[in-house]
């Protein structure tokens, strides 16, 4: 069974610039996460989503971050416009339904200019 | 909101030498998962366990959620160890965590 996935790897925008970060989750896993993990905030939860009905939405990323499920085996996240201060690694992670234990892809490390 | 304690944040051993890792959290959490990352790697789930204890390999998880505390022994550390730990606490099946661990294993 192939693991997370997300691409791309890096991304480099200018800022003001709309980006697009994708994720495949685990093959049958109900749940999917998306965080952010800077040096200063450590590892912060974006967006959740159970069987494709967001859950939880982080409530400082409300603004210009947008994640959405388009199906159940694919999610994106939508930054717009970007900032400097987006730059961060953004992982993607999934689990089944009844077990909290979840599984991270390698993350995309986005930098904003 | 939810807190997760981990300490020491950082962490420097001679090969060989045993490493306890801890971490605190503030709610009446049901289990922890434990998870290492090599700089610049991903996430990489080491245990996740209810109350009680686990081993793999070198690897000892103990967790005691009534007294909201887990920890991570790891015996005879290597130089591959080296790299970051962390604690995740599920709450609604969310992961907060802790700010990590900082592990350097010197030859």
């Known amino acids: 069974d192939a693991g997370v996935t997300q691409t791309p790897r890096h991304e480099v925008a200018e800022k003001g610039q709309t980006i697009i970060l994708k994720c495949e989750p685990v093959s049958g896993h109900n749940d999917l996460f998306w965080y952010r993990q800077t040096k200063i905030q450590g590892l912060e939860l974006l967006s959740y989503?159970?069987?494709?009905?967001?859950?939880?939405d982080g409530g400082a990323f409300k603004d210009r971050f947008k994640a959405e499920m388009l199906n159940s085996s694919f999610s994106t996240l939508k930054i717009q416009p970007t900032e400097p201060k987006d730059s961060a690694v953004y992982l993607c992670?999934?689990?089944?339904?009844?077990?909290?234990?979840?599984?991270f892809g390698p993350g995309t490390r986005l930098t904003v200019l | 909101g939810q807190q997760v304690q981990q300490s020491p944040a950082s962490l420097v051993l001679q090969e060989g030498e045993n490493a306890e890792l801890q971490c605190n959290f503030s709610?009446?959490?049901?289990?922890l998962q434990w998870f290492y990352q090599h700089p610049g790697g991903r996430l990489v789930s080491l245990f996740y366990n209810p109350s009680g204890t686990k081993h793999t390999g070198r690897l000892t998880s103990t967790t005691v959620t009534n007294e909201r505390r887990g920890s991570l022994h790891i015996s005879s550390s290597q130089t591959t160890d080296s790299g970051t730990y962390f604690c995740?606490?599920?709450?609604?099946?969310?992961?907060?965590f802790g700010s990590g661990t900082k592990l350097t294993v010197e030859p």
């Open positions: 989503f159970r069987s494709k009905s967001l859950m939880e």
């Open positions: 995740g606490m599920p709450n609604y099946n969310v992961l907060y």
């Open positions: 709610s009446t959490a049901t289990r």
């Open positions: 992670a999934s689990s089944l339904w009844d077990r909290e234990e979840q599984y």
